[in-house]
Structures are given as C-alpha cells and as structure tokens.
C-alpha cells in the first residue's frame, strides 16, 4: 500500500515550510488540499507541480473512496490546509481515519500550528492548556459552551473568524470575565 503524508504548511512565512515537507510535496502522486488556490500558490512559489485535488468539509465525504483506492494501489499522497497543521479546526480526519482503517501508513510532518505558536508568546500559563478549536457561531450555543468552561483553571485557547471576532470577545468578557 501506499502512504498517506499529513504534511504542516506554513502560518505566514513561506520559509517556514520544512526541506522533507517541499521534498514530499514535490514526489506524492497527488495532494489533498483543502484549498487548491490556496496550496497551488504556495506550490509555485517552490516550483513544485504536482495535481492537486480539493478536500474540504463540503466534500471530504465523497473524495474518500477514490483517494483511499489510490492509497491501495501504493500510490503516496499528501494532505495539507491551508495554513498549520492539517486537522487541527480543518479537514482531513475522514481521510486520516479511513486510510488507518485500511491498515494505510499515516506519518506527520511536524510543523506550525496557530495555537501553539500562539500560546507561545502569549505571557499565558504554557504547562496546561485546553485547546477549544471554534466556538458555536450563534451567540445561544456559543455562550452556553463558555458557560461549561467557567470553572477551567487551565489556559483556553479558541480559534475565531475574523468577523465575529469583537462580538465573541464581547460574550467572553461577559460569560468568562473581563
């Protein structure tokens, strides 16, 4: 069989992406990503050509079987989001876990991952942490899942998007504290 490479991009800077990851990216048949655009603009930028093919939530379901099949027929692929870590708050765990079950090899390449970096250079409690991914993006549910982190006493770190970023603050300081 062949073997399924959960590849890290890079966060922001291009250099961050590892020797062994550029080398991999450029030798896989093909790369599962979950924004083609995204990946083939990083690919040019290291004159890496190989196809792409799009996984992302609105199709990971689908793609399954056939990249399983070329997984089978020992073919090498990649996974990468489009920034970090792949699985990490992005797709990819359907085909993670598909290809084990299939008894395929799944190796990481280590590399950036926003909530670690982060907390990195926070000033906050590094030793324990609980990483939240996305918060619900209805104010209802989402209050509600700060609600059952009150008592946490360990560092929280949640992921949100860009335009919802002042009204969740908002309920934080509200549910959580200033």
Do not use: C
Not at 77 to 102: E, N, Q
Not at 127 to 134: I, K, L, P, Q, V
Not at 151 to 161: H, P, S, V
């Amino acid at each position: 069989p062949g073997a399924l490479y959960v590849v890290a991009t890079p966060i922001g800077n291009l250099a961050d992406l590892s020797a062994r990851a550029r080398e991999t990216l450029a030798q896989v048949a093909v790369i599962a990503a979950e924004d083609t655009r995204h990946t083939r603009s990083l690919l040019q930028a290291f004159g890496i050509a190989t196809p792409l093919v799009s996984l992302h939530e609105h199709n990971e379901a689908a793609r399954l079987k056939s990249l399983v099949e070329r997984l089978q027929r020992g073919e090498a692929v990649a996974l990468v989001s489009d920034a970090g870590t792949p699985l990490v708050s992005d797709p990819g765990f359907g085909l993670v876990r598909a290809a084990l079950d299939a008894g395929i090899r799944v190796t990481p390449f280590p590399g950036p991952t926003a909530a670690v970096t982060a907390l990195s250079v926070s000033g906050l409690t590094t030793d324990r942490f609980a990483f939240e991914g996305f918060l619900p993006s209805k104010s209802g549910p989402r209050k509600h899942a700060l609600m059952e982190l009150l008592q946490e006493a360990r560092t929280l770190i949640f992921y949100e998007a860009p335009h919802r970023l002042a009204e969740v603050l908002q309920e934080m300081a509200e549910v959580l504290g200033g």
